[in-house]
């Protein structure tokens, strides 16, 4: 592990790496650190319970690496999933700040001076991260637009890769241990900011995260359970979802309304080149969905002008 020069480091950042069986792409998140414009005070590197033969002699490497410009502390650890993980590192971290990072992911040099400015900056901020440029079987930006409670109340505004301020973490009481299939992230998001009636969570508008796809991810898996991991974060923050159900239901609707205008779109588009919609959507055309804006949608695809019999 090296670094091209010698910065200085953030003297209230501490980061968390988590790691399960990810060989040589903790290497790369580390060095990701290493590599910061104002590189973190410390790694915590937390193993949960890697089995993979390499996995564990990468991190016995990184661990005995004395000449690391920033020192890597390794937490072995029986595997409990990403939650407990980063309780665990959180736990032994001692700055007033602490990053978050999955052990499959990398940032930008400029993540930690950027991200961390936020947080310096706007003292009611619980934590802050920015945008992503995704890398493996996707290529894309996503844009997290981050904010109050009001707007993760309808989905999750922030990466779970992020920088937090220990107070509002140990206020919350963590990440939730017991949801090992996703979106622990956003419970813990709201979490945080049910802490204070002015905690948000702010976003650098630039992607300083490179996160890595992959089709048998996590996150992939999650959405699968989406419906039954909701309902569960809609029982645990009841109380903010009562207060806030206005807020929540638009948020559910400009969702749905943005992806509907989208696939309407590209159905006009389809239309104006000659192109037969696919069988969902020829399904849809002639059995359109009524009083969520779906007859609306399929009236103009209808009364195009360009195609008279879209399917």
Same mark, same amino acid.
């Given at each position: @592990? ?18 399960? =069986? ?37 991190? =016995? ?45 990398? #940032? ?12 310096? =900056? ?30 993760? #109340? ?24 017991? @949801? ?9 998001? #709201?979490? @945080? $900011? ?24 996590? =996150? ?28 929540? $239901? ?44 779906? @007859? ?16």
């Amino acid at each position: @592990m090296h670094t091209s020069q010698n910065h200085r480091a953030a003297a209230d950042v501490e980061a968390v790496v988590t790691s399960f =069986n990810q060989s040589s792409m903790i290497e790369e998140a580390v060095q990701s650190l290493i590599s910061q414009t104002t590189p973190p005070e410390r790694i915590i590197l937390v193993d949960d319970g890697s089995t993979d033969a390499a996995s564990v002699r990468i991190l =016995n490497r990184l661990e005995a690496d004395s000449g690391s410009p920033v020192p890597i502390t390794l937490l072995r650890r029986p595997n409990g999933g990403v939650s407990s993980a980063r309780n665990a590192g959180i736990r032994s971290a001692r700055t007033p700040l602490v990053l978050v990072l999955d052990g499959d992911d990398r #940032l930008e040099p400029s993540y930690i001076e950027e991200v961390g400015a936020l947080l310096r =900056n706007s003292p009611s901020m619980a934590a802050a991260s920015s945008w992503m440029r995704t890398f493996g079987v996707l290529e894309a930006t996503v844009c997290p637009g981050g904010g109050d409670i009001r707007a993760f #109340l309808s989905r999750n505004c922030c990466p779970a890769t992020h920088i937090l301020r220990r107070a509002a973490w140990e206020s919350c009481g963590g990440y939730d241990e017991s @949801m090992r299939s996703g979106f622990e992230d956003w419970e813990f998001f #709201l979490s @945080m $900011l049910e802490t204070a009636p002015d905690a948000h969570i702010g976003i650098v508008p630039r992607p300083l995260i490179q996160y890595r796809t992959a089709p048998a991810s996590s =996150n992939v898996k999650s959405m699968e359970k989406r419906l039954t991991l909701m309902r569960f974060i809609m029982e645990k923050h009841l109380s903010s979802y009562r207060e806030h159900v206005v807020d929540a $239901l638009l948020g559910v609707e400009a969702v749905s309304m943005e992806r509907l205008f989208g696939w309407e779109s590209e159905m006009l588009r389809c239309a104006e080149v000659g192109q037969e919609p696919g069988g969902v959507s020829r399904a849809f055309l002639q059995q359109p969905s009524y009083g969520d804006g779906g @007859m609306a949608a399929a009236v103009r695809i209808a009364s195009s002008g360009q195609r008279t019999d879209p399917f």
